[in-house]
């Protein structure tokens, strides 16, 4: 960034090449070389054999493809994205990738992580008990070979870097992980230390910095009616075409090792704290949009737009947000930068788009990361303070009627979730008193687990969303 003297392309490698990063990070940068400013390009690749027609796709386009994004109002307009300088073949030994990575021109490592992929505890401890592949990957490092969890890549990547002396590097999440900077160093040099090598330790400690990040834009899996739609409006038949809400928004700690785009000049907010923009996305946001895609699901509707549409599920989510999220995120001792009324409007408006076509598969997945990570935050702080959870308990109480139906294979698509053991969640759904076995689960409530409070507030809750699904079967 400071080194205008020099014409050198500097690259961004990121790690995961996905409908978000191609809607979001990519678009970026992308304005950002439209403006003129071309020193910063992207290069990409996967660290897992996911995504191959995509990834082919996007080779043979050079990089390129179409962004079709749709505003609240249905007005849809086309892009074509070519930030992406260098679409990086994928190999088991991830070979490509690191030799991308040691370049000294190389100066931030980015990628996109899903919450239940940084295999964090409560305490923000890596669970090896819990995850082989965690396990797998540390005896590959052992031996000198990368893994498929984000540590087992980015100690490869680190460690060829620190040989090649090839320089500081910054380190960059794009995803939605709270504090995400912070926590994902931390699982990051833990894996380190179990690894034994206090060279890389000490390197990675001097050499890098993890930024907490907050980004935000719907990015629904791409449909065939998508390419269409491009094919139509550009004459190209893009394989690579995607589609995205017009919203988007990018926060970012501006904590750098070896320089950065200038983002500000396409509207990334670069801040001392993401703290408290973070925490309104995860609470007003994302647990929201889990509410109404858990609802929607029992309720019988397949996309996010038609639960809002549902005067039901639309109050259950306002009620939340209002009543018990924003309470606690505006106090008088710590008001929130945002104007937090107009946000919750701003996001309800955003999940009724119907153009977006946005599943409730899409948005369910992963709830035993998503509970204790965008849920349970407002039920600790709810009660630390004395004060109800009467709102928010429906979120909770929403996924157990959702895993029950689950249990009884009963949900019209196939259900994801990392972090879930299928074993432990069967079991409970089995119990004789399924709301207490789910208010005693760890993984879901961490020290909130057995909570009395919690349980008499799931145990009204349930009987509300049991009314709630009586009506919709009606």
């Given at each position: 960034m400071n080194q205008h003297d020099d014409t050198t392309p500097l690259t961004i490698l990121h790690l995961g090449l996905g409908s978000f990063h191609r809607a979001h990070q990519a678009v970026y940068l992308h304005q950002l070389q439209q403006l003129g400013a071309c020193r910063w390009v992207l290069a990409g690749g996967n660290l897992r054999p996911d995504m191959a027609e995509t990834l082919s796709a996007l080779q043979a386009q050079g990089g390129h493809y179409t962004l079709e994004t749709i505003t609240p109002q249905g007005e849809r307009s086309y892009t074509r994205i070519e930030s992406i300088r260098q679409v990086i073949p994928y190999q088991s030994d991830l070979a490509p990738l690191i030799a991308v990575g040691a370049q000294p021109n190389t100066r931030i490592i980015s990628y996109t992580v899903t919450e239940a992929g940084y295999y964090l505890d409560p305490k923000d401890r890596l669970d090896w008990a819990t995850f082989s592949d965690l396990q797998a990957d540390l005896a590959a490092a052992r031996q000198g070979r990368p893994g498929q969890t984000i540590y087992g890549a980015l100690t490869a990547l680190l460690r060829a870097r620190m040989q090649a002396a090839a320089g500081a590097v910054t380190l960059l999440n794009c995803d939605n992980l709270r504090h995400n900077g912070d926590r994902s160093r931390s699982g990051l040099l833990q894996f380190i230390t179990a690894l034994g090598d206090t060279d890389l330790l000490a390197?990675?400690?001097?050499?890098?910095?993890?930024?907490?990040?907050?980004?935000?834009?719907?990015?629904?899996?791409?449909?065939?009616?998508?390419?269409?739609?491009?094919?139509?409006?550009?004459?190209?038949?893009?394989?690579?075409?995607?589609?995205?809400?017009?919203?988007?928004?990018?926060?970012?700690?501006?904590?750098?090792?070896?320089?950065?785009?200038?983002?500000?000049?396409?509207?990334?907010?670069?801040?001392?704290?993401?703290?408290?923009?973070?925490?309104?996305?995860?609470?007003?946001?994302?647990?929201?949009?889990?509410?109404?895609?858990?609802?929607?699901?029992?309720?019988?509707?397949?996309?996010?737009?038609?639960?809002?549409?549902?005067?039901?599920?639309?109050?259950?989510?306002?009620?939340?947000?209002?009543?018990?999220?924003?309470?606690?995120?505006?106090?008088?001792?710590?008001?929130?930068?945002?104007?937090?009324?107009?946000?919750?409007?701003?996001?309800?408006?955003?999940?009724?788009?119907?153009?977006?076509?946005?599943?409730?598969?899409?948005?369910?997945?992963?709830?035993?990361?998503?509970?204790?990570?965008?849920?349970?935050?407002?039920?600790?702080?709810?009660?630390?303070?004395?004060?109800?959870?009467?709102?928010?308990?429906?979120?909770?109480?929403?996924?157990?009627?959702?895993?029950?139906?689950?249990?009884?294979?009963?949900?019209?698509?196939?259900?994801?979730?990392?972090?879930?053991?299928?074993?432990?969640?069967?079991?409970?759904?089995?119990?004789?008193?399924?709301?207490?076995?789910?208010?005693?689960?760890?993984?879901?409530?961490?020290?909130?687990?057995?909570?009395?409070r919690l349980l008499t507030a799931m145990r009204d809750a349930s009987a509300r969303v049991a009314q709630f699904t009586a009506q919709h079967k009606a």
């Open positions: 390197w990675v400690e001097a050499h890098t910095t993890s930024p907490n990040a907050m980004v935000d834009r719907i990015t629904p899996r791409p449909t065939p009616e998508v390419a269409e739609r491009v094919r139509a409006a550009t004459g190209w038949d893009d394989k690579a075409a995607l589609m995205g809400e017009s919203f988007i928004q990018w926060v970012i700690e501006d904590n750098f090792a070896n320089g950065r785009p200038d983002w500000q000049r396409v509207g990334v907010e670069m801040v001392q704290s993401v703290a408290p923009y973070e925490e309104a996305k995860i609470r007003l946001l994302n647990a929201t949009h889990s509410c109404i895609a858990w609802a929607g699901t029992l309720a019988g509707y397949q996309f996010i737009h038609e639960g809002m549409q549902d005067p039901a599920i639309r109050r259950m989510a306002y009620d939340y947000v209002t009543d018990d999220a924003i309470p606690v995120l505006d106090t008088q001792d710590k008001p929130s930068p945002l104007k937090l009324a107009a946000y919750r409007d701003v996001v309800l408006d955003r999940f009724g788009n119907p153009a977006i076509q946005d599943t409730n598969q899409r948005v369910a997945m992963d709830a035993f990361a998503k509970i204790p990570g965008m849920i349970a935050p407002t039920i600790r702080d709810r009660l630390a303070r004395g004060e109800t959870i009467y709102s928010v308990a429906m979120l909770p109480a929403l996924f157990l009627a959702y895993l029950q139906r689950w249990h009884q294979g009963q949900i019209p698509y196939t259900y994801s979730d990392q972090a879930m053991d299928p074993v432990a969640a069967h079991a409970m759904c089995e119990a004789s008193d399924p709301v207490a076995a789910f208010c005693a689960d760890s993984v879901l409530w961490g020290e909130l687990a057995n909570n009395p």
